[in-house]
């Protein structure tokens, strides 16, 4: 018998003993595993952290200070996919570039569209700027189903909150009313906060801003604020000299001295009509994550609400 025989049989009693160990290592993992949730945007991990708690790892695609409509849809993100046991995603066509890319990179069934594991949250709201007739290129590059920035507006916070304490409660049955609870804790603090968000931007002047993009439309209609007409001619169309100067026009006359736009923009364009106009530009974040401070969906109004009245408040 030569030598590399007489190992054999040890090399695979040691590959067993290996195999087993693994074997109970992933079992007491499985008993302490969490439900593994993977969401596009950081405004839906921040809400699916209220409403989960310990019992969830959440982990987002993109980064607040990045513009959602366009992101390179890489390995390391199909990676994320494939692992999720639950896929939270905006929808209204906010992802429609990268997402179907990464679900069909991510190989991973229980994410796919129609499955328990993918939650278009866009279902748990009432979308706005939906169009009616037909759809097609003239309308823009990025709304065809309307505006999917709905994160915005708080009083959708505790929809979407509703909506993921229910799919994780189907996901996890027996954490169902821990779910629930922490669903109205998060409700409950929206419900307080709301007053005090309204108060802050009621006691200001003119009521009326101009956008780069209709990031703002939800929050401005919140808050009974007008949105004058925005820097892009079309949502994903780039501003153009004309259409800057029709927009110079309607601010003067309209009187608008804000123009508000999400920090991922370029403020080139803005700068030349503040000039224009005498208006100011406010750059500010549009997403949890996307500045520093804004570490929870509270704080991102705490900022922009603050903000937003001070600007206004300008003579
Ligand atoms: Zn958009």
């Known amino acids: 018998m030569s030598n590399n025989n007489f190992q054999q049989p040890v090399k695979i009693a040691f590959l067993i003993c290996a195999i087993a160990w693994l074997l109970i290592l992933s079992a007491a993992d499985g008993a302490l595993a969490r439900i593994r949730v993977v969401t596009t945007t950081e405004d839906l991990a921040a809400i699916a952290r209220e409403v989960g708690g310990g019992l969830i790892q959440v982990e987002s695609i993109t980064r607040g200070v990045q513009d959602t409509h366009f992101i390179e849809a890489k ?5 994320k996919v494939n692992r999720a046991d639950l896929l939270i995603h905006q929808g209204l066509g906010l992802e429609i570039g990268w997402l179907p890319l990464l679900v069909t990179g991510g190989r991973n069934p229980q994410v796919l569209e129609g499955q328990p594991g993918n939650l278009d949250l866009s279902r748990a709201i009432v979308p706005i700027e939906v169009p009616t007739g037909e759809v097609g290129r003239h309308m823009g590059d990025v709304h065809p189903e309307g505006n999917p920035h709905y994160p915005l507006d708080p009083e959708n916070g505790p929809l979407m909150a509703g909506a993921i304490a229910q799919r994780l409660a189907e996901l996890d049955p027996k954490h169902q009313s821990a779910y629930q609870e922490n669903q109205r804790r998060f409700a409950n603090r929206i419900a307080a906060k709301l007053p ?58 309209r009187n608008v001295k804000v123009i508000l736009q999400a920090n991922y923009f370029e403020t080139r364009n803005a700068e ?19 500045a520093p401070g804004v570490e929870n969906y509270f704080s991102l109004f705490d900022m922009l ?11």
């Open 272 to 290: 030349l009509l503040a000039k224009k106009t005498g208006a100011r530009v406010l750059s500010m974040p549009v997403s949890v994550g996307g």
């Open 305 to 315: 609400v603050e903000r937003l009245a001070e600007a206004l408040r300008q003579p």
């Open 196 to 253: 005090e968000w309204k108060k802050r931007l009621a006691a200001v002047g003119p009521r009326v801003v101009v956008t780069y993009h209709p990031t703002w439309n939800y929050f401005l209609k919140r808050f009974g604020i007008e949105n004058a007409g925005t820097l892009e001619p079309l949502p994903g169309v780039p501003p153009s000299p004309a259409h800057l100067g029709r927009l110079a026009e309607t601010m003067k006359q």
């Open 75 to 79: 390995p390391s993100f199909m990676l």
